[in-house]
Each structure stands twice: as structure tokens, then as C-alpha cells.
């Protein structure tokens, strides 16, 4: 079955890194645009940076940019989200999302927790 799982979630201080995993399982990966979403208590959830099915474009949320970098390895299965500078506010449940805009079907993955904090 299809299965997107995160991990490399933690707690960080301001000014730390953390770099975030996802890996598929299930579905044909290399057809997938990836997309990494986050959902801080209380808030909306939110599009933090996407990446295309060969890996060579990207895009960030304003509140992001320069400071997270998405990758994938699609001989893998797998997605990144490389996070430095980390700040209190980027606090939140990090989710990655497969999208197939051929066949309009998604998948989400269950989240990996991300605290930012002295």
C-alpha cells in the first residue's frame, strides 16, 4: 500500500538545523511532484517548499526561503527538507505530500514533529 513516512523531526534550538526525511513506498515516486507542509498548534496547515519529479525545480514559501533547501533522491524514494536557521516559529507537524498532476491523486504522510526552543 502506499506509504509516505517522515522522520528526522526533533527539538532544536534557534540557529540549529534539522534535516527532515520522507520515504515512499507504493506508488511510482519519479512521477510524484514532493511537497513539505507544516502545521503549527492552533493554525492553519501550511505549503513550505515543493520540488519536481526530476528534482531540478523547486519553490518556497516566502518564510522559508534561503533558509530551507528540498531535495530528493529519486533512485530512493525519498524527499528532504534540510532546515537551518531554525527560529521558534517554524515550530510545527512537518508533512510531505506526493501529487500527481497526470492523475490528480495525492498522498500525505503522517507527520514528523519539529520544536524550536532554548
Known amino acids: 500500500q502506499v506509504q509516505l513516512v517522515e522522520s528526522g523531526g526533533g527539538l532544536a534550538q534557534p540557529g540549529g538545523s534539522l534535516r527532515l526525511s520522507c520515504a515512499a513506498s507504493?506508488?511510482?515516486?519519479?512521477?510524484?511532484?514532493m511537497r513539505w507542509f507544516r502545521q503549527a498548534p492552533g493554525k492553519e496547515r501550511e505549503f513550505v517548499a515543493s520540488?519536481?519529479?526530476?528534482?531540478?525545480?523547486?519553490y518556497y514559501a516566502d518564510s522559508v526561503q534561503g533558509r530551507f533547501t528540498i531535495s530528493r533522491d529519486n533512485a530512493k524514494n525519498s524527499v528532504y527538507l534540510q532546515m537551518n536557521s531554525l527560529q521558534p516559529e517554524d515550530t510545527a507537524v512537518y508533512y510531505c505530500?506526493?501529487?500527481?498532476?497526470?492523475?490528480?491523486?495525492?498522498?500525505w504522510g503522517q507527520g514528523t514533529q519539529v520544536t524550536v526552543s532554548s
Open positions: 507504493g506508488f511510482t515516486f519519479s512521477y510524484y511532484g
Open positions: 520540488v519536481s519529479r526530476s528534482g531540478g525545480g523547486t
Open positions: 505530500k506526493a501529487e500527481s498532476t497526470m492523475t490528480g491523486l495525492e498522498y
